[in-house]
Structures are given as C-alpha cells and as structure tokens.
C-alpha cells in the first residue's frame, strides 16, 4: 500500500493544469495553493485576468480614492468559488497582522479591506496579485485530481507568481519542471 502523502507539503506550491483537464475554467491555469489540510485545499489561480476589471476600477467601485500612480494590473479571476470575494496574494514586505495569512516562502494572502486602502494610498506590497474567487477541493479532492492526472505540482517562483506575462506562467512553470509542454499527455496512468 502507497504511504500517505503529507498534506502539508503542498501548501505554498503551484498546481499546473494538465492538457484535457476538462474544465474550461482552469484550462492552462497556474494555481498558488494557499492552504491544503486535511480538510481540504484552498488557492488562487495566477494568470488568468478576469476580463475587463482593473485595480483601478475596483478602488473606484469600492470608492477608495488612489493617489496618482499608485495603482496599476488587472484583477484576476481567483476561481469559481466566492467570486464576489477578494484576495490579495503579495509579498510579504507588507504584513496585514491578523488579516494576513503567511504562506511561506515570503509569500502572504490578505482578504481584508485595509490592504487594498494601503495599496491605494502607496503603502501595499511591492508584488501583488489582487483576485475575485477561488479555487477550492474538499478533503481529499485534490489529490485525486492529481492521482488522475489533472495537475502537476511545482515549486512556486515568485519570479513566475508576480510576472506580468500572465500567458507566459503557464509554460514558465512547466519549464521551471524541465517539461516542454509539447511533450504533456492528457492521460493518466501507473508505471
């Protein structure tokens, strides 16, 4: 019988989509795993924008007045749970207290009002990641998911977690892997 895998070994780790995932949603995602228990796994997808939203026009909607070219990046589209709510993955240059979640790594998520009134007025985080939603498994969930071949895990790189290039995370994190993504096959199986 295979040994347990210790399911703390993959918080703070990068999930990357594998080809025939399936689901639309998460198709060439690249997902940083903020939390994985036993009673389940919680993460924000990094490279996908959420279509038209931007930083800026989110202050404005929430009436956040920014100072002049303190804010700037799109919003992303975290997952298809809680869209309505936010998440901030940043570096941990800015620390939230009690409203910020040390993942490692120099890597923190807050999901508080006070962090985006702080990036607004210049005092965030020098790299930042603002999304709406999340990705979430039930216990065991994603393990299966990875048992089927649905994701490969990874180290994450802030290099790759803040990029810019949002289209370009997709194959960093496979290089990072030593996988060209030509090479991928979408079915799962047992050597």
């Known amino acids: 019988m295979d040994?347990?895998?210790d399911l703390s070994t993959l918080t703070g780790k990068l999930l990357i989509a594998m080809p025939g995932m399936g689901d639309p949603r998460f198709e060439h995602g690249v997902i940083?795993?903020?939390?994985?228990?036993?009673?389940?796994?919680?993460?924000?997808?990094?490279?996908k924008p959420a279509g038209d939203l931007s930083?800026?026009?989110l202050l404005e909607k929430l009436e956040i007045h920014a100072i002049p070219g303190a804010v700037k990046g799109p919003i992303h589209f975290g997952g298809p749970v809680e869209t309505g709510r936010g998440f901030v993955l940043h570096s941990m240059d800015y620390d939230g207290s009690e409203g910020?979640?040390?993942?490692?790594?120099?890597i923190g998520m807050t999901a508080t009002l006070d962090i985006l009134t702080d990036i607004a007025a210049g005092r965030g985080p020098a790299r930042k990641i603002v999304a709406l939603g999340y990705?979430?498994?039930g216990?065991?969930?994603l393990e299966g998911e990875i048992v089927q071949n649905g994701w490969l895990t990874a180290d994450a790189s802030p290099d790759i977690l803040f990029s810019p290039d949002n289209g370009g995370k997709w194959m960093a994190a496979l290089a990072a892997l030593g996988i060209d993504a030509l090479t991928l096959s979408s079915d799962a199986g047992r050597a």
């Open 3 to 5: 040994k347990p895998q």
């Open 32 to 47: 940083y795993l903020c939390s994985h228990t036993g009673e389940g796994a919680m993460g924000l997808i990094v490279n």
């Open 55 to 57: 930083l800026v026009g």
């Open 100 to 106: 910020t979640l040390d993942v490692g790594g120099g």
């Open 135 to 137: 990705a979430g498994w």
């Open 139 to 141: 216990p065991g969930q």
